[in-house]
């Protein structure tokens, strides 16, 4: 079992920025890819980004690109999600994921274990 726990959400306002971080409890960390989701209300779940265990890939989805960064710390069992110039569009709950396969994953059911979620609101 892996537990995941997810921090660092809030409020900010558009054009600013927000860590959230993902702190991992169980099994040795760096054997699972680890993923951030969101979802907003009334939408579908969707991928933000994620790195892989092992060579520590990392995928990132469109909408993100430039402004969002995932970096994983072994050693603190964490993944971080760097998100700079913030819109109100990317107000949603956000969630990690560890999944125990190989490569970046992009789909929800490829992820094994969840966390409970950490909300971000962007006001605009």
């Known amino acids: 079992q892996v537990q995941l726990v997810e921090s660092g959400g809030g409020v900010v306002q558009a054009g600013g920025s927000l860590r959230l971080s993902c702190a991992a409890s169980g099994r040795t960390f760096s054997n699972y890819g680890v993923g951030w989701f969101r979802q907003a209300p009334g939408k579908e779940h969707e991928l933000v980004a994620t790195?892989?265990?092992?060579?520590?890939?990392?995928y990132y989805a469109a909408f993100v690109k430039g402004r969002f960064t995932i970096s994983r710390d072994n050693t603190q069992n964490t993944v971080y999600l760097q998100m700079n110039s913030l819109k109100p569009e990317d107000t949603a709950v956000y969630s990690c994921?560890?999944?125990?396969?190989?490569?970046?994953?992009?789909?929800?059911?490829?992820?094994?274990?969840w966390g409970q979620g950490t909300q971000v609101t962007v006001s605009s």
């Open positions: 790195t892989s265990r092992g060579d520590e890939s990392t």
């Open positions: 994921a560890a999944t125990s396969r190989l490569f970046v994953r992009a789909r929800a059911d490829e992820y094994e274990y």
